[in-house]
């Protein structure tokens, strides 16, 4: 079985500094991990994914993620906020033979202040 | 448009009545998903499907029915609405490769 926990349901920081939002994971089997973005009223965007590859990946916007095996780990992170960066982050994992069937951890809302 | 769309976008209906809401895809993607979003719990899978005529439960299935006669169509159904059916529906498709791509969203408010 996969799940996923993403380490705090709010996270604030002031424009200009470091984002950092959390998250672990579980699998059985070699996962595939994600991070999406949502802004409000909109669908999920995909931020970033790793499949095995490179175990540092770049995204878009600015942001990027490492997985870490040893920890089961994938946080996101991005040197510098922006105000547009406030939006909800989910973090999911699935399987190389599931297609697009992922497990949502439960977001993070990521608020920035000026 | 290319793309994932679903409707209606938003929708209120009563307790007890049966509700459709659409989804359709024109990448001819073998994949199709149907999540609820509700708050502290993210998103969770209702049904997929891996393809035409082929369809499965996923965590949260109690309630709905899906179908998918055609590859781009994936509706689904709330067979008699409750209020704790009351959410953010995401539709999403996916080709083998991992990664989906969802729709904009249905909000559906039983009241």
């Known amino acids: 079985a996969q799940s996923v926990t993403q380490l705090g349901s709010h996270v604030s920081v002031s424009e200009g500094a470091l984002v950092l939002l959390r998250c672990n994971y579980s699998?059985?089997?070699?996962?595939?991990l994600f991070w999406y973005v949502q802004y409000p009223n909109q669908g999920l965007q995909l931020l970033l994914k790793y499949t095995s590859a490179a175990t540092l990946v770049k995204g878009i916007n600015g942001f990027e993620a490492e997985f870490k095996k040893s920890e089961t780990s994938f946080h996101l992170t991005k040197p510098s906020a922006h105000m547009s960066d406030a939006a909800e982050y989910f973090c999911a994992v699935s399987r190389f033979d599931q297609g697009g069937k992922l497990i949502f951890g439960q977001g993070t809302e990521l608020s920035v202040k000026p | 448009d290319a793309g994932i769309t679903q409707s209606p976008r938003y929708k209120i209906t009563e307790t007890g009545r049966q509700v459709t809401l659409m989804c359709h895809q024109t990448?001819?993607?073998?994949?199709m998903f149907w999540y609820r979003q509700d708050l502290g719990h993210g998103l969770r899978l209702i049904y997929y499907s891996a393809a035409a005529d082929i369809t499965d439960k996923g965590e949260v299935p109690d309630g709905y029915v899906v179908s998918r006669s055609k590859t781009e169509n994936f509706p689904l159904t709330l067979e008699s609405a409750t209020r704790s059916q009351t959410s953010v529906y995401f539709c999403?498709?996916?080709?083998?490769?991992?990664?989906?791509?969802f729709g904009q969203g249905t909000r559906l408010t039983v009241v």
């Open positions: 699998s059985s089997v070699p996962p595939y």
């Open positions: 990448w001819s993607h073998s994949y």
């Open positions: 999403a498709s996916s080709e083998r490769s991992p990664e989906a791509f």
